[in-house]
């Protein structure tokens, strides 16, 4: 967790850029990411420096000899016009060769552009982020976490992200491995990918694989920072690194901020690309990845919009026809997965019940061709202020077979469903995930199945038999109280008494008058 004073700083570098000028939210972060990175790569190149020093052994430098000068802890020194003018005219156009021809970061890099016109706030930004602790293994990612919030506070151009909380909760149901090779077809900032980065380093660290390692900052001081050794970054890390996490997405901005976000949570070469998942040009571009390729997906795809049909993968179109954004990219997460590969997609309501010929022949594909192992139906405020819509979770395991499905009924996930989302107690996300990890389909044909409780199993041929709709409402049973009434003639007796008493009132007041 960060501190108060760092969510302070940070505070303070986002209004620096918002009085500088630069308003959009998506840019202020991507410029304060463009310098994170201008300060990690000097930070790597420091590390790998002192390394080789102590070792003799040659690294691949990030700098030539020729380009010191345009390293973070040179730079920083120089006048504000002088400094304006490196980072712009040398610091960006050194990305691209930093990260190496042909590297991921590269393609990520080659565009980025500094929207920074004031010396004054180049200044200000590039003190205040060399004061960060970016050194830390354990902050940075928090702290990237933070400023990242800032997007769901802004909403500008309707760029928010899926509640952290119910991404963790997500993860920890589907419980990924060091074996898992995850994906998120449209992975925005790559808040799905980095959770469930986070869940796999606390799974799969003990307590002795964490140890404290002294480190030198830029101004010369020491610190003890956290590093943890365990079985996930010693014996599994260069898997962690570049073949684990995937993630594509059609906003160059947002695959810069997605790249930085995995990086600063400790996935150095993280494997996402401009693509658009759904277009035939997915297919071409990456054919090893477009089908059969992983072993657990999680996401939150667009829900609404619609597409030309020739500007979909036919593949797609043949499993579900139809333009609408929400079922073609459930299709093609089923498409992307394994035989036994496990999903959890947040869908739109209408996904679980619409009546079209589309929405009814994927629920029949999702039922009849694979497992359907959960429904979790969330509450329609999750996603307040920007979206009221009402949503669920599905968790389907590609090529296995349904006969039961496990529904869950959220009514509350810890924070209020008005705009201000503020924190309450009620919290049912605990609940699902220990209740999802102890299902016991056993149960599903007894009478421990108590459909009116939030948790209750449904068969196969219930579901076939309503049109396979995954409504839990279609399920549910509600229980109603018997309320008791007095009798009318008695409530006739008290309405004559009241109106005698109020008529008395009046002539009382007429003899006044």
């Not at 307590?207 to 365990?230: A, L, R």
């Not at 694979?370 to 329609?380: D, R, T």
Request: some cysteine; overall charge negative.
């Amino acid at each position: 967790m960060i501190t108060g004073q760092l969510k302070s700083d940070i505070n303070k570098l986002w209004e620096e850029f918002w009085t500088g000028g630069i308003a959009n939210p998506l840019t202020v972060i991507e410029q304060i990411t463009f310098l994170m990175y201008a300060r990690l790569l000097d930070l790597h190149e420091q590390r790998d420096e002192k390394r080789a020093k102590l070792r003799g052994i040659a690294f691949k430098r990030r700098f030539n000899d020729d380009q010191q000068h345009i390293r973070w802890h040179r730079f920083i020194h120089q006048d504000k016009d002088t400094m304006l003018k490196l980072v712009r005219d040398e610091v960006f156009p050194h990305f691209k060769n930093a990260s190496g021809e042909g590297s991921l970061f590269a393609e990520f890099m080659k565009d980025a552009q500094c929207m920074i016109q004031k010396p004054t706030l180049m200044e200000s930004a590039v003190e205040m982020i060399n004061k960060l602790p970016l050194e830390d293994s354990d902050t940075k990612g928090d702290l990237y976490e933070y400023l990242l919030s800032k997007l769901t506070t802004a909403g500008i151009n309707g760029q928010f992200r899926t509640p952290r909380h119910i991404i963790r909760a997500m993860v920890e149901m589907l419980d990924p491995t060091v074996e898992d090779r995850i994906v998120d077809p449209s992975c925005g900032t790559a808040g799905f990918l980095t959770v469930a980065y986070e869940y796999l380093l606390e799974k799969y660290t003990s307590p002795e694989g964490v140890h404290t390692e002294t480190v030198v900052g830029d101004n010369g001081e020491t610190q003890q920072v956290k590093i943890y050794s365990g079985d996930l970054l010693v014996e599994h890390r260069d898997y962690v690194n570049s073949d684990m996490f995937h993630g594509f997405d059609f906003d160059a901005t947002m695959l810069r901020i997605a790249a930085m976000n995995l990086v600063m949570h400790g996935v150095t070469e993280p494997d996402v690309h401009y693509q658009d998942t759904l277009s035939g040009s997915f297919t071409e571009r990456f054919p090893n990845q477009s089908k059969d390729a992983y072993t657990m997906c999680i996401a939150n795809p667009p829900f609404k919009g619609s597409l030309d049909e020739e500007d979909v993968d036919p593949a797609i179109l043949r499993m579900v026809k139809t333009k609408k954004t929400e079922l073609l990219f459930v299709a093609q997460i089923l498409r992307l997965l394994k035989n036994g590969g496990k999903t959890a997609i947040i869908v739109p309501d209408g996904v679980l019940f619409g009546s079209s010929n589309a929405h009814q022949q994927l629920r029949q594909h999702i039922i009849e061709n694979n497992e359907l192992q959960a429904v979790v139906s969330l509450p329609s405020g999750v996603f307040k202020p920007y979206a009221g819509v009402s949503t669920a979770i599905l968790f389907i395991t590609k090529g296995s077979r349904t006969d039961h499905v496990w529904f869950y009924d959220v009514q509350a996930d810890g924070m209020s469903l008005d705009d201000k989302r503020t924190p309450i107690k009620d919290n049912d996300l605990p609940d699902v995930v220990a209740k999802f990890k102890a299902r016991d389909k056993a149960i599903a044909e007894t009478a421990q199945n108590d459909r009116s409780q939030k948790a209750f199993w449904v068969s196969k041929a219930d579901i076939v038999g309503n049109k396979y709709d995954l409504s839990i409402n279609r399920y549910k049973q509600v229980v109603y109280a018997e309320q008791q009434y007095e009798d009318p003639k008695v409530i006739l007796d008290k309405l004559v008494a009241l109106e005698n008493d109020i008529l008395a009132d009046l002539k009382a007041l007429e003899a006044m008058l």
